[in-house]
């Protein structure tokens, strides 16, 4: 979850991009109230405070158990809680520390996004493993899920010698524009592996090739970079940039990769969805943007907030900014959707999967309460589908979508936590 925005002075980027987000004129939305689907169960509330082991939900990945898909998995980061694994249950099975450098003065290691690769090679065989972004220390870290495993089923197979993602050094990596949101990417092609990374505060993304050791370990190397813009020429003629604070850019978290073309959905949080080749080649295209979208803004250093002016109408009209988890809901051949988080009004967006001019709007919905004590989602921020058989409590597959903004009996701490809803409720309202 990023704090409000703010103005930043205006960046001049290569001229291709700027001229690519002139997108065309979004498709009119009928006025009327969105569907709800209530979560089955929730997670134990994270609080991000010191009695809480400043635990923060953000990101989650489900893991299918092929041989027992009851028995399947979450795999959630909470942020400098580190990483926690739930059962379908939403009950919690194991909990991984985020690791730190040892120094008082050096960022503490921090979680933020997590995705799944199956069946990487390693030194001892093939194996599904979970990938997160340590935003603290710029790293990758990779866990091997080992199902069953007394003590919990994530074992750290991270290489010791893995280099930081963007930072030259540790005075850098203390600044903390650091690798953020991440997707990963199987390329069907080569069977080579990969990472997509963003880096916190700037429009940069990082593409990495997951490379195993032989020593059972992995690390990573990087490919190649390409960044987004950050300035843009609206139709009036004028250029905008997303408010922020000054020197910060607008960044990328919510990412995820088609398996099945291998391209790229990229939520810039105060702009919009892009759409790119997952290798990072090509040009990006814009396929829908936040309402904001080109309303100006000014920076008070008193308040530390933008002050928005007249909203001119260039934005779009169903995400709310940030546009914050993007996750897929898969089906037969090209079939299915892209789902997105729109953070600021509490909704999700649904988009055809089928890659057009710009990936058609489907309808939308909320996440609501259940009853007194089972709450919906607010300001989510990352989701995460399996479009699959789990077992006996979700047969049509699963939703996992962070709540910013849970409901428990102290209100006076930062709470969050992770919703677990019924995938056969969403499509039946699609």
Known sequence: MTPPRRLHAASVVAAALVVLTAAAPQQAQA?????????????????????????????????????????????????????????????????????????????????????????????GGRADVAVTTDRGNDRLRVYRVQAGRPGGPLVDVTDPSAPPVFSTDQAEINEQRTAYGLATWTDARTGRSYALVSRRNQTRLALLELTPTASGTVTYRTVRTLDLPSSFRL??????????????????????????????????????????PADLTGTPKLVDKVREYGVPGVYDEKTEECVAGADPGFGGRRLAADVEGLT?????????????????????????????????????????????????SEQCDGAAVLNAPLGRRFPRGLL???????????????????????????LDRL
Not at 253 to 276: K, S, T
Request: charged share 25%; net charge negative.
């Open 31 to 123: 006025a009327r109230p969105l569907p709800s689907v209530t979560p089955r169960s929730e997670t134990a509330t994270l609080y991000d405070d010191e009695a809480g082991g400043n635990a923060n939900a953000d990101d989650p990945a489900i893991w299918r158990n092929t041989a027992d898909p009851d028995r399947s998995l979450v795999i959630a980061t909470a942020k400098e809680g580190g990483l926690r694994v739930y059962d379908l249950d939403a009950r919690q099975v194991q909990a991984v520390a985020a690791p730190s450098t040892g120094a008082p003065d050096d960022a503490p290691g921090r979680f933020n996004n997590v995705d799944l690769v199956h069946g990487l090679r390693l030194s």
């Open 328 to 376: 897929l809901i898969t089906g037969r051949g090209g079939d299915g959707h892209l789902l997105a988080s729109s953070q600021g009004d509490d909704t999700f967006a649904v988009y055809d999967r089928e890659v057009d001019e710009h990936n058609a709007y489907e309808g939308g919905f909320r996440v609501s309460a259940a009853n007194a004590t089972l709450d919906g």
């Open 235 to 276: 139709p009036n003629g004028k250029a905008w940039s997303p408010c922020a604070e000054p020197g910060e850019l607008p960044q990328v978290e919510g990412m995820v990769v088609d398996p099945a073309n291998g391209v790229l959905y990229a939520g810039q949080e105060d702009v919009g969805i892009w759409r790119l």
């Open 400 to 426: 996992v979508v962070q709540d910013g903004r849970d409901t428990p009996a102290d209100t006076e701490r930062e709470a969050t936590g992770f919703k677990f809803v019924d995938l056969g409720k969403v």
